[in-house]
């Protein structure tokens, strides 16, 4: 049982728009989230990370919302370069030192 | 954040040998974690493993196919038994920042063939 989904296993958007990319959990035990980028033959890097106390955290280009009632984040990347484009991951766990889980991941093709 | 690197980078291995894999960190981490991201899947949690202690292994996991040592508060290897070619993955070490972060390894990537 995935108890963290990202239905959308790739996206594709022209440079200079918004890229959009959604994740959804399931155990409402999780109170920290995360989305990692991930480049080829490359191990993911942190990106942007959310507290369940908050429903906003801007950092530059990128923006994550989160959504508890829905059981819903997503990340918004304005403007998208092509050097955007990547595989992201979306990550949750609960309190205290507890690994992430993690989603599926969505492969990102901003196109010049 | 912890740089974190892992030994091989990739390997071909035959069906039926074991390999084992190096993560070494720049600086003394109490939790490091390992995982396996197999083609089309998620990012999968094999075991955690604490310096001093035995490592915990996740369901579906067991110590005698992944067989886990953590000498010291820098380093931890990870050994794939055994293999099968259902063991062809890319394996990451990962570990916890003070501030909660997870930070990963670059990967190994395994073939069995």
């Known amino acids: 049982d995935q108890q963290v989904k990202q239905n959308s296993p790739s996206l594709s958007v022209q440079e200079g728009r918004i890229s959009i990319l959604n994740c959804d959990y399931t155990?409402?035990?999780?109170?920290?989230f995360l989305w990692y980028k991930k480049y080829p033959a490359e191990g993911p890097t942190f990106l942007i990370s959310?507290?369940?106390?908050?429903d906003k955290n801007e950092d530059g280009r990128f923006t994550v919302f989160l959504n508890k009632s829905a059981k819903h984040l997503s990340l918004h990347i304005v403007p998208s370069q092509p050097g955007d484009s990547a595989v992201y991951f979306c990550?949750?766990?609960?309190?205290?030192?507890?690994?992430?889980?993690f989603g599926k991941g969505t492969r990102l093709s901003v196109i010049a | 954040s912890a740089v974190i690197s892992q030994k091989p980078s990739r390997d071909i291995c035959q069906r039926g040998t074991s390999l084992t894999i190096q993560c070494q960190v720049d600086?003394?981490?109490?939790?490091m974690f390992w995982y396996r991201q197999q083609p089309g899947q998620s990012l999968t949690l094999i075991a955690t493993?604490?310096?001093?202690?035995?490592?915990?292994?996740e369901s579906g996991f067991v110590i005698d196919k992944f067989p886990i040592s953590r000498p010291n508060l820098t380093f931890s290897t990870l050994t794939v038994s055994n293999m099968s070619p259902e063991d062809s993955s890319i394996y990451l070490c990962?570990?916890?920042?003070?501030?909660?972060?997870?930070?990963f390894g670059p990967g190994t990537r395994l073939t069995v063939l």
């Open positions: 990550a949750a766990s609960g309190s205290g030192n507890t690994p992430l889980v």
């Open positions: 155990n409402s035990m999780f109170d920290y």
């Open positions: 959310i507290s369940s106390i908050k």
């Open positions: 600086s003394q981490v109490t939790m």
């Open positions: 493993a604490n310096q001093g202690s035995e490592a915990t292994y």
């Open positions: 990962s570990t916890l920042s003070p501030t909660d972060t997870q930070y």
